[in-house]
């Protein structure tokens, strides 16, 4: 079993940067893919960033690319959401999530893979 928790959510203006943290207890992530999802109020939970157990590969939809930044630190159990250049559209409740894989370089965007999920941190961007 493996416990997530979320934090470094908060208010932040258009233009501005946060950094995410996803902590995981229980369970090494060493053995898991990671991702990072959002939920906008009245929206489905979207994809944000995925990134592989061995951290060599990472993927990003086209609407954070370039701006977002997933991270992993296996010996601390911990992964990072790097977002820069935020705008008032990326607000929503920010989730990370694990799945464990037996690959070290495959990473899943689809919610319905991932087996544990965290709390969520709020993410509010003003104009």
């Known amino acids: 079993q493996v416990q997530l928790v979320e934090s470094g959510g908060g208010l932040v203006q258009a233009g501005g940067s946060l950094r995410l943290s996803c902590a995981a207890s229980?369970?090494?992530?060493?053995?898991?893919?990671m991702g990072w999802f959002r939920q906008a109020p009245g929206k489905e939970r979207e994809f944000v960033a995925a990134?592989?157990?061995?951290?060599?590969?990472?993927y990003y939809p086209d609407s954070v690319k370039g701006r977002f930044t997933i991270s992993r630190d296996n010996a601390k159990d911990t992964v990072y959401l790097q977002m820069n250049s935020l705008k008032p559209e990326d607000t929503a409740v920010y989730y990370c999530?694990?799945?464990?894989?037996?690959?070290?370089?495959?990473?899943?965007?689809?919610?319905?893979?991932?087996?544990?999920w965290g709390q969520g941190t709020q993410v509010t961007v003003s104009s």
């Open positions: 990134i592989s157990k061995s951290g060599g590969t990472t």
């Open positions: 229980g369970r090494t992530i060493s053995n898991y893919a």
């Open positions: 999530a694990a799945v464990w894989t037996f690959s070290s370089s495959h990473y899943y965007t689809d919610r319905s893979a991932y087996n544990y």
